[in-house]
């Protein structure tokens, strides 16, 4: 398998994470946030507390998210740039 198959496959597995990771984060915190329907103090409080650990966890999982898919970028600029590249000049 050569250095441009290599690099473009590798690109495509890191934006593809990249968009996959916050999915699971993100139902979290639409489940999350729902309010309670006749709530006593102590559960405003756990509930401020969980939507805000959710919305934390969200905000990792975004930048780790941003970081595969700034990889995957590099490797897809890669594969092209190997894979476009000309062969030396023979010289006679």
Do not use: F, I, K
Request: with cysteine.
């Amino acid at each position: 398998m050569s250095r441009s198959r290599v690099a473009l496959s590798v690109g495509v597995l890191l934006l593809l994470a990249s968009c996959l990771l916050p999915c699971l984060p993100l139902l979290q915190v639409a489940g999350t946030s729902l309010p309670y329907q006749d709530p006593t103090p102590e559960m405003l409080q756990q509930h401020a507390a969980n939507v805000a650990a959710a919305e934390r966890r969200l905000a990792v999982c975004a930048v780790v998210a941003a970081a595969l898919a700034l990889l995957g970028l590099a490797a897809l600029v890669l594969a092209y740039v190997w894979r476009r590249r000309r062969p030396p000049a023979m010289s006679a």
